[in-house]
């Protein structure tokens, strides 16, 4: 299981809000810009704490801001 499955729509819901910039939502979040930007390549998957301050920060529920992808699926 060497395949990050935890995908999310970082990128996308910063678009959507007002063009966020990965700084004002690392500001939100409580993390450096890096780990927004790991995030958003798919590098590191947050705990569970972090998902739900990143979802808080949107203002949306957890699964709209994160999924998981089942390897059988194809990613």
Known sequence: MGKN????????????????????????????????VALEKGNYSPSLELAFRIARAFNSPLEEVFFYEDEKDGG
């Open 5 to 36: 499955l935890v995908g999310n729509h970082i990128r996308k819901l910063r678009f959507n809000h007002d063009e966020m910039t990965q700084q004002q939502l690392a500001d939100k979040a409580g993390v450096t810009r890096q780990t927004i």
